[in-house]
């Protein structure tokens, strides 16, 4: 079995994302790593090339600023280097998520499990979300709870926006692909950032999804669905953490908003029958 990964990046240091980290969290088990680096105005091409494996292999690209459509350009990036990758498996990875060393094992046992599975085309992930520090995760159906991030090479996939895979079963109709659960979780270290640099990513992507910059106030979001974070964050990323221990405390007068107050209806729901109403990209088999 060959497992290859693969991430796009561009602007990775100046927007503060631990792309390093996320990298090197899962090159042990991955037999060539495929970065596609989108032309930066920072040094994270130069510090991708710090990385001394053989398995890394990197390509260079431009994004098109005229592609302003429903981020698309993710897409495209996205599938860039996924058509690159030569193993049986491709295991995606964003800059801002990280894996946990204790976890790795489960991870590559989950793809020789499901190799000659044809009924298997993906393999997913919950996710824990951390939000305003480290130490502070969000629980709401606004946010998934799950995805897809590992994909068999031989499935006819593509990536609408980056976020999702579709699977063509004939060159006019995309379906979500087959997945079995990994029983891993994904670290997603997104929202913790500075909020400076989520405003200034928020700058310079937004664009591409033909939106305006509207200033981010982390202080600004539903204190209901903050709960603490009681397990271990990877050893990859200590040095990374936030200093703050409590949870994340937002603005007191802060009124949530119509979508907010729907999640926080559907959650209500959730917990009476049991369910989970969040956005799910795959078809659980």
């Given at each position: 079995m060959k497992i290859s990964a693969f991430t796009f990046i561009k602007n990775g240091q100046i927007l503060g994302y631990p792309f390093l980290e996320s990298i090197q969290s899962i090159?042990?088990?991955?037999?060539?790593?495929?970065?596609?680096?989108?032309?930066?105005?920072?040094?994270?091409?130069?510090?991708?090339?710090?990385?001394?494996?053989?398995?890394i292999r990197i390509i260079e690209s431009f994004w098109s600023d005229s592609m302003q459509n429903k981020g698309y350009v993710y897409g495209q990036q996205k599938m860039i280097a996924q058509f690159n990758c030569t193993g049986d498996w491709s295991f995606y990875i964003?800059?801002?998520?990280?894996?946990?060393?204790?976890?790795?094992?489960?991870?590559?046992?989950?793809?020789?499990m499901h190799l000659?599975?044809?009924?298997?085309?993906?393999?997913?992930?919950?996710?824990?979300?951390?939000?305003?520090?480290?130490?502070?995760?969000?629980?709401?159906?606004?946010?998934?709870r799950s995805e897809a991030r590992i994909i068999k090479n031989s499935v006819r996939s593509y990536a609408?926006?980056?976020?999702?895979?579709?699977?063509?079963?004939?060159?006019?109709?995309g379906r979500y692909p087959k997945a079995k659960h990994t029983g891993v979780c994904c670290y997603h270290y997104g929202w913790a950032r500075s909020q400076n640099q989520m405003n200034l990513k928020s700058k310079?992507?937004?664009?591409?999804?033909?939106?305006?910059?509207?200033?981010?106030?982390y202080t600004q979001m539903d204190q209901s669905i903050f709960e603490k974070f009681k397990g271990t964050h990877p050893k990859i990323i200590k040095h990374w953490l936030s200093d703050d221990i409590e949870l994340y405390q937002v603005d007191s007068n802060f009124v949530p908003t119509t979508k907010q107050k729907k999640h926080q209806a559907m959650i209500k729901i959730e917990k009476?029958?049991?369910?989970?109403?969040?956005?799910?990209?795959?078809?659980?088999?």
């Open positions: 090159l042990d088990i991955v037999d060539e790593f495929v970065i596609n680096v989108g032309y930066s105005e920072d040094d994270t091409l130069l510090m991708i090339k710090s990385i001394e494996s053989p398995k964003e800059g801002d998520e990280i894996y946990h060393e204790n976890d790795l094992k489960q991870i590559r046992k989950s793809m020789e000659h599975d044809p009924n298997v085309e993906a393999l997913i992930f919950d996710f824990y979300h951390f939000y305003g520090n480290t130490n502070t995760i969000l629980n709401s159906p606004g946010w998934y609408p926006d980056g976020l999702f895979w579709l699977v063509l079963d004939s060159n006019k109709k310079k992507v937004q664009k591409y999804w033909g939106k305006e910059h509207i200033k981010i106030d009476l029958f049991g369910i989970d109403l969040s956005k799910k990209h795959y078809k659980l088999v």
